[in-house]
């Protein structure tokens, strides 16, 4: 059974920061683009960060322009984990972040389409002013 499960949510005030972590099991997930999603209250998920590795790389690094300089997404295969770190955290951060991956390239159009095989629950970070 393949499963992602997301850790490292919280609350924080503006300015700080937080790391995630988005454990894989069931599968490698060599091969997948895999990044993070992000839906706050009455609106739509919007996609965040996403990263694509393979067996030989690790490529095609992209982030929202809303979070640009601020996140960073990583992913560390042997581990079968995938991080976003989150600098400079501002209230409109604020949300529920869900970690996704999908057997395509991250430029596919099912993942531009905010569409991915696999999701995780989610884990909530809440920013204060």
């Known amino acids: 059974q393949v499963q992602l499960v997301e850790s490292g949510g919280g609350s924080v005030q503006t300015g700080g920061s937080l790391r995630l972590s988005c454990v894989a099991s069931g599968r490698t997930f060599s091969g997948y683009c895999m990044g993070w999603f992000r839906q706050a209250p009455g609106k739509e998920r919007e996609w965040v960060a996403s990263?694509?590795?393979?067996?030989?790389?690790?490529?095609?690094?992209r982030y929202a322009d809303s979070v640009k300089g601020r996140f960073a997404i990583s992913r560390d295969n042997a581990k079968n984990t995938l991080y976003l770190q989150m600098n400079s955290l501002k209230p409109e951060d604020t949300a529920l972040y869900y970690c996704?991956?999908?057997?395509?390239?991250?430029?596919?159009?099912?993942?531009?389409?905010?569409?991915?095989?696999?999701w995780g629950q989610g884990t909530q970070v809440t920013v204060s002013s």
């Open positions: 996704a991956a999908i057997q395509r390239g991250c430029d596919s159009g099912p993942w531009r389409d905010g569409r991915a095989d696999y």
């Open positions: 990263i694509y590795a393979n067996r030989i790389y690790t490529s095609d690094i």
